[in-house]
Antibody, heavy 118, light 112 residues
Framework: QVQLQQWGAGLLKPSETLSLTCAVF????????RSWIRQPPGKGLEWIGE???????KYNPSLKSRLTISLDMSKNQFSLKLNSVTAADTALYYC????????????WGQGTLVTVSS | DIVMTQSPLSLPVTPGEPASISCSSS???????????LEWYLQKPGQSPQLLIY???NRASGVPDRFSVSGSGTDFTLKISRVEAEDVGVYYC?????????FGQGTKLEIK
C-alpha cells in the first residue's frame, strides 16, 4: 500500500518562498511520474507540475517563472518550491503519484494548507 | 489551455437511484493510440481526491463496478448505477493530454 506523506511551512508572508516535500512509502518509487496539485479554499483543483524519474519537469505555464520541482531518488522524496508568493497562492497543496504508464494520479498526500498573509 | 466543462454542478440523488455527470473538453482528448486522456476523481468531504477512472475508461484499483464511463473525444459521462451514501463528494474530470493538465469545475453529489 503506497502512502504519500507531505510537510512544509503552513504560514508565509508575501514575497517569501513556499517549500513543500513529499515522501513516498511502500510500493515502487521509480517508474512513476509525480505531480503537485493545489486547491484554493472552497475552490477546484489546479495542476501545478510534474517530475519524472530522470528529473524532467513539466510546469503549469501560469506558475513556471516561480516554480521548481525537484527529486531525491535516494530518499524517495520530491519537493516543490514556489517563489515570491502572494495571497493568491493560498491553497491546500497536494502531492500525488501517477499510475505507471498513465497520467492518472492514484496516490495522494494528505494535503498541506499554505496561507500567505502579511 | 484545454477547458473542461462539467454538468450539472450540483447533483442531489436518492440512494439506490442512478446518477450521471457529464464532462466536455474544448478539444479532443483522443489520441491515435486509441486512448482518451481523461481521468475522473472523487473528493470526499475533508479528504484528498481519489482516482476513479484513468485513460478514459479504466477503473482504478478498488473502484466498485457500479461506476462506469462512456464517451470519447470531447464528450464523456460518468455513471453511477446505484448511488450509495459513501459516494457523496465532489467529482472532477481532468484532461491529461496537454500541459497544463486542467480540471473541470467539479460536480457536488449529495444524498437527498
Amino acid at each position: 500500500q503506497v502512502q504519500l506523506q507531505q510537510w512544509g511551512a503552513g504560514l508565509l508572508k508575501p514575497s517569501e518562498t513556499l517549500s513543500l516535500t513529499c515522501a513516498v512509502f511502500g510500493g515502487s518509487f521509480s517508474d512513476h511520474y509525480r505531480s503537485w496539485i493545489r486547491q484554493p479554499p472552497g475552490k477546484g483543483l489546479e495542476w501545478i507540475g510534474e517530475i519524472s524519474d530522470g528529473g524532467i519537469t513539466k510546469y503549469n505555464p501560469s506558475l513556471k517563472s516561480r516554480l521548481t520541482i525537484s527529486l531525491d531518488m535516494s530518499k524517495n522524496q520530491f519537493s516543490l518550491k514556489l517563489n515570491s508568493v502572494t495571497a493568491a497562492d493560498t491553497a491546500l497543496y497536494y502531492c500525488a503519484r501517477h499510475i505507471r504508464g498513465s497520467r492518472g494520479l492514484d496516490s495522494w498526500g494528505q494535503g498541506t494548507l499554505v496561507t500567505v498573509s502579511s | 489551455d484545454i477547458v473542461m466543462t462539467q454538468s450539472p454542478l450540483s447533483l442531489p440523488v436518492t440512494p439506490g437511484e442512478p446518477a450521471s455527470i457529464s464532462c466536455s473538453s474544448s478539444q479532443s482528448l483522443l489520441l491515435g493510440n486509441g486512448n482518451n486522456y481523461l481521468e475522473w476523481y472523487l473528493q470526499k468531504p475533508g479528504q484528498s481526491p481519489q482516482l476513479l477512472i484513468y485513460l478514459g475508461s479504466n477503473r482504478a484499483s478498488g473502484v466498485p463496478d457500479r461506476f462506469s464511463v462512456s464517451g470519447s473525444g470531447t464528450d464523456f459521462t460518468l455513471k453511477i448505477s446505484r448511488v450509495e451514501a459513501e459516494d457523496v463528494g465532489v467529482y472532477y474530470c481532468m484532461e491529461s493530454l496537454q500541459i497544463p493538465y486542467t480540471f473541470g469545475q467539479g460536480t457536488k453529489l449529495e444524498i437527498k
